[in-house]
């Protein structure tokens, strides 16, 4: 039987890594965050029904049994946490190693950003790639400090001067930080979040040793991972499968089994290359949740299938947004998406050597006419097709998706079975798992936590 499971993104995030995993975390003795921060959002429905959205939180919290860590891998911010825990009955760790998260990280992720004009990277303005780059310039302060407060105060102190040194020297406009006041927000956080922190290396092997079942939370996906994504639109740590040894300090038996989790169709927030999305990002960035959904005669084209009708593409992915709330779960951000696109999930599942698939969200393509799976590129002048996902993505600026059409389905919410799910239905899992040679064994079928079809057992 399975003990140890990791569960990573494969696309450009927001998949439902959340949701998957806290529907595998019932029968979990634990859940690991071992990479990123509070840019990650992880949004959960609890058993009654009730939704919350977790940042740095693993998403084990939702339950009592669950003893949730935070890994050395992890750059923390001690306010979200502490807002994620909110009114939940947790049991936490954090590893002494990991590096936190201070103002000045995010002063300098905003400030970089707007220096950057228009070739910023959108990035969730959480301090992440500054704390990493502290991190790897040896100037960091990790969790270990949370139980030595005058070390740790001292820490900050010399911090804020040199910070701030630096932010005037590289952004004169920017607001000086202020040492008391850092001090005065993080000293209680650090009183509490204190006795939390420990060795999770030794505490995480011990369980292994036990037999205990433990669940790998990714954070972001393959597409976002500093090595192998869409560089430099990406983020800050290995959100691949070697992000989970070093993030945790196991070795290599820690993971026995590696769940890629992709959606039904495709998504990304922040800039970056995005060849099936079907819209301008700038007419997406104006759009604000809530606003007007599709006219009849919109939602009519989306019903049609008649994928020659010239706002087809863009009505669908208009429809999938409001349908499936598609906003950044962090920043609330509309997300940019299009169709889902196979040369991408082939990329995520050779670099994590993924043993299956979940696929999520499949209850939101439902009621759309005709589907579209971009199955390769083409290059606009030689028409030479490939099938592989380029490092150096600008090549990609001459290529064109190359899309299989699929038809539609309707009425398929609420199913559990796999075999009870429309033809259709069946046919475009079936398709992706054929393509990519990779079984897809758990559909979630709705928001819900129990709303997923279990196609083979995944403990
Ligand atoms: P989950 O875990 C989607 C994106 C940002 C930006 C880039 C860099 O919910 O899937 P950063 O703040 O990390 O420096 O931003 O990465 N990004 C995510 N996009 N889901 C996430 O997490 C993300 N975390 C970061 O939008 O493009
Ligand atoms: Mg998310």
């Given at each position: 039987?399975?003990?140890?499971?990791?569960?990573?993104?494969?696309?450009?995030?927001?998949?439902?890594?959340?949701?998957?995993?806290?529907?595998?975390?019932?029968?979990?003795?634990?859940?690991?965050?071992?990479?990123?921060?509070?840019?990650?959002?992880?949004?959960?429905?609890?058993?009654?029904?009730?939704?919350?959205?977790?940042?740095?939180?693993?998403?084990?919290?939702?339950?009592?049994?669950?003893?949730?860590?935070?890994?050395?891998?992890?750059?923390?911010?001690?306010?979200?946490?502490?807002?994620?825990?909110?009114?939940?009955?947790?049991?936490?760790?954090?590893?002494?190693?990991?590096?936190?998260?201070?103002?000045?990280?995010?002063?300098?992720?905003?400030?970089?950003?707007?220096?950057?004009?228009?070739?910023?990277?959108?990035?969730?303005?959480?301090?992440?790639?500054?704390?990493?780059?502290?991190?790897?310039?040896?100037?960091?302060?990790?969790?270990?400090?949370?139980?030595?407060?005058?070390?740790?105060?001292?820490?900050?102190?010399?911090?804020?001067?040199?910070?701030?040194?630096?932010?005037?020297?590289?952004?004169?406009?920017?607001?000086?930080l202020n040492a008391e006041q850092i001090w005065a927000n993080i000293k209680p956080l650090a009183q509490r979040f204190a006795p939390y922190v420990t060795d999770t290396s030794l505490l995480l092997s011990q369980a292994i040793k036990d037999k205990q079942r433990i669940l790998f939370e990714g954070a972001q996906a393959a597409m976002l991972d500093i090595d192998h994504g869409t560089?430099?639109?990406?983020?800050?740590?290995?959100?691949?499968?070697?992000?989970?040894?070093?993030?945790?300090?196991?070795?290599?038996?820690?993971?026995?089994?590696?769940?890629?989790?992709?959606?039904?169709?495709?998504?990304?927030?922040?800039?970056?290359?995005?060849?099936?999305?079907?819209?301008?990002?700038?007419?997406?960035?104006?759009?604000?949740?809530?606003?007007?959904?599709?006219?009849?005669?919109?939602?009519?084209?989306?019903?049609?299938?008649?994928?020659?009708?010239?706002?087809?593409?863009?009505?669908?992915?208009?429809?999938?947004?409001?349908?499936?709330?598609?906003?950044?779960?962090?920043?609330?951000?509309?997300?940019?998406?299009?169709?889902?696109?196979?040369?991408?999930?082939?990329?995520?599942?050779?670099?994590?050597?993924?043993?299956?698939?979940?696929?999520?969200?499949?209850?939101?393509?439902?009621?759309?006419?005709?589907?579209?799976?971009?199955?390769?590129?083409?290059?606009?002048?030689?028409?030479?097709?490939?099938?592989?996902?380029?490092?150096?993505?600008?090549?990609?600026?001459?290529?064109?998706?190359?899309?299989?059409?699929?038809?539609?389905?309707?009425?398929?919410?609420?199913?559990?079975?796999?075999?009870?799910?429309?033809?259709?239905?069946?046919?475009?899992?079936?398709?992706?798992?054929?393509?990519?040679?990779?079984?897809?064994?758990?559909?979630?079928?709705?928001?819900?936590?129990?709303?997923?079809?279990?196609?083979?057992?995944?403990?």
């Open positions: 039987m399975t003990k140890r499971i990791a569960v990573l993104g494969t696309q450009w995030g927001d998949e439902g890594k959340g949701a998957i995993v806290a529907q595998l975390a019932k029968d979990a003795d634990y859940v690991v965050r071992a990479q990123g921060g509070d840019n990650a959002g992880h949004t959960l429905y609890q058993e009654d029904g009730t939704k919350i959205v977790v940042n740095i939180a693993p998403s084990g919290v939702i339950y009592p049994h669950v003893k949730n860590i935070i890994a050395n891998g992890c750059v923390l911010n001690l306010e979200t946490l502490a807002q994620n825990l909110n009114g939940l009955n947790s049991q936490l760790y954090i590893s002494d190693a990991a590096h936190l998260i201070f103002d000045w990280h995010k002063a300098f992720d905003g400030a970089k950003e707007k220096a950057r004009g228009k070739a910023s990277l959108g990035t969730t303005n959480r301090g992440i790639g500054p704390a990493y780059m502290d991190k790897m310039q040896r100037t960091g302060l990790r969790a270990s400090l949370l139980q030595n407060l005058s070390e740790l105060e001292q820490r900050i102190c010399s911090q804020v001067t040199q910070k701030n040194h630096e932010l005037q020297a590289l952004y004169p406009n920017s607001t000086l560089y430099p639109y990406v983020t800050s740590s290995n959100t691949t499968i070697g992000g989970i040894l070093t993030g945790t300090g196991l070795g290599l038996n820690a993971v026995e089994k590696v769940i890629g989790v992709a959606k039904a169709y495709s998504t990304r927030v922040g800039e970056g290359i995005f060849l099936t999305e079907t819209e301008p990002y700038t007419d997406i960035k104006k759009i604000t949740r809530g606003t007007p959904s599709l006219t009849h005669r919109e939602k009519a084209i989306v019903r049609s299938g008649n994928i020659d009708h010239q706002e087809y593409d863009k009505v669908v992915t208009r429809y999938i947004r409001e349908d499936a709330d598609e906003y950044g779960a962090t920043t609330g951000r509309p997300r940019r998406v299009g169709w889902l696109d196979l040369v991408v999930l082939r990329k995520a599942i050779r670099i994590n050597n993924l043993d299956s698939l979940a696929l999520t969200r499949l209850d939101c393509v439902d009621g759309i006419g005709m589907l579209k799976i971009c199955t390769g590129y083409k290059h606009n002048v030689t028409n030479e097709i490939i099938t592989e996902f380029p490092n150096n993505h600008s090549l990609l600026e001459q290529y064109q998706p190359v899309y299989h059409i699929m038809p539609g389905w309707r009425n398929s919410k609420d199913i559990r079975a796999f075999k009870e799910l429309p033809k259709d239905a069946r046919a475009y899992v079936k398709f992706i798992e054929q393509s990519l040679d990779t079984p897809i064994t758990l559909i979630k079928n709705g928001c819900g936590l129990n709303d997923y079809i279990e196609r083979k057992k995944v403990w």
